[in-house]
């Protein structure tokens, strides 16, 4: 009976909205009368809206989300008693390979065509990368001690809990315990409704045509037209423009419910088809994703590549960091090989875009302008349309199929 009651992905339907709107109404009175936050009553409507979207049909994700929350909330505190004493770094490793096991059979599992349902989860890779961060900071000494309330309110925020923004613990712990005053707060609101109908113009409308009316057609006419020809081009250009608004508008609606329970949850795109070079691209794409690589994965691999000399040049230590980074992208996508492609792809434009920037160093006298600058711009956007078209799995479709 239980699996004939509907349940609703976040952000998906527009009467999830309604819904927020008439919980949030009384929290935002509040906070606006008495410039305080309203804990028990947060926490009553993450359960509702956890309800919402794992219970009913999806009970078994709610399931599979309970014992996530579990595993994960009694390895950071076992972690954290033991950091107080201890700094083993054969433990720290097993914490991170332990937090990132649950993951990492949701992504090898399906590969086999082996499938456990009270693992995975929506959202599952988010939680995953908030987790591993907890236990990073603690052993880096930043986070020395924590409520483990806290903790499991800042996995379970539940605007953000699906696809991100990932926010960070010490950032979200502040605000949570720390109500913004009554201008900043109605500043916040006016933000945060600003940006939900951004996000309907981005995914609703744009997305919707882009996703559902245009695309199939798209697809179909480049796999009968094959790889090179106009057909696949204009694929391209319509599946990365698609993916662009309609994960922006994602983003937004994560980003603009937050602004109205008075968070200031972290953007995730700023403008990244105007980027001039593929670093900028990262820098303005995904942002917290792309952030949370570089200052958890590749600037540690870098210390350690270079810390232990395993190579002459840090340029090759460098390109060596940007493949490791890239290849663990690839995979955290998914088994698949066009998404590992899609990683060596980045991996190798990033390392050309440092061979180029280094050549220029050496080279002052040539040009840098407006029109150079315009010239960058427009190579860039095709070199990530190029990569959105191997990560789109069309060429799996038109090579393997």
Aim: aromatic share 22%.
């Amino acid at each position: 009976m239980i699996d004939q009651i509907p349940s609703l992905i976040p952000y998906a339907n527009p009467i999830y909205f309604a819904y927020v709107l008439i919980a949030l109404i009384p929290l935002i009175a509040y906070m606006l009368w008495k410039e305080k936050r309203l804990p028990w009553y947060q926490s009553i409507v993450t359960l509702v809206f956890l309800y919402i979207s794992f219970g009913g049909s999806s009970w078994k994700q709610g399931v599979a989300l309970i014992l996530y929350v579990v595993w994960q909330t009694v390895l950071v505190a076992l972690y954290q008693k033991y950091r107080q004493k201890h700094n083993q770094s054969g433990v720290f490793y097993a914490s991170i390979i332990l937090a990132i096991l649950p993951l990492f059979l949701t992504k090898l599992f399906p590969v086999f065509d082996f499938h456990i349902s009270f693992i995975g989860f929506l959202g599952i890779s988010y939680l995953t990368f908030k987790s591993v961060q907890v236990i990073i900071e603690f052993r880096d000494g930043v986070l020395k001690t924590y409520k483990i309330w806290d903790y499991i309110r800042f996995l379970l925020f539940f605007p953000t809990i699906s696809s991100g923004p990932i926010d960070r613990f010490r950032r979200f712990q502040k605000e949570l315990h720390n109500a913004p005053l009554r201008s900043d707060y109605a500043d916040l609101l006016k933000l945060g409704v600003h940006r939900i109908f951004i996000g309907f113009l981005y995914k609703f409308i744009i997305g919707y045509y882009l996703g559902t009316l245009a695309l199939p057609h798209l697809e179909k006419a480049a796999l009968d037209g094959g790889l090179l020809s106009w057909q696949m081009l204009l694929y391209m250009y319509g599946y990365s423009l698609f993916l662009f608004f309609d994960f922006a508008g994602y983003s937004l609606f994560a980003v603009g419910v937050s602004n109205l329970m008075g968070y200031k949850t972290p953007m995730n795109f700023n403008k990244p088809f105007a980027s001039w070079n593929i670093k900028e691209f990262w820098n303005r794409w995904h942002i917290s994703l792309s952030t949370w690589f570089r200052d958890y994965v590749y600037m540690r691999l870098m210390f350690l590549l270079v810390k232990k000399k395993l190579f002459k040049s840090r340029v090759v230590a460098s390109n060596i960091g940007y493949f490791g980074l890239f290849l663990l992208m690839g995979f955290w996508h998914g088994f698949t090989w066009f998404y590992i492609l899609y990683g060596v792809f980045h991996a190798t434009a990033i390392c050309v875009n440092d061979w180029w920037l280094r050549l220029k160093k050496k080279h002052k006298n040539w040009p840098s302008n407006k029109w150079t600058h315009a010239l960058a711009v427009v190579v860039t956007f095709h070199v990530v349309c190029a990569s959105f078209l191997i990560f789109s799995g069309i060429l799996d479709k038109l090579f393997f199929n």
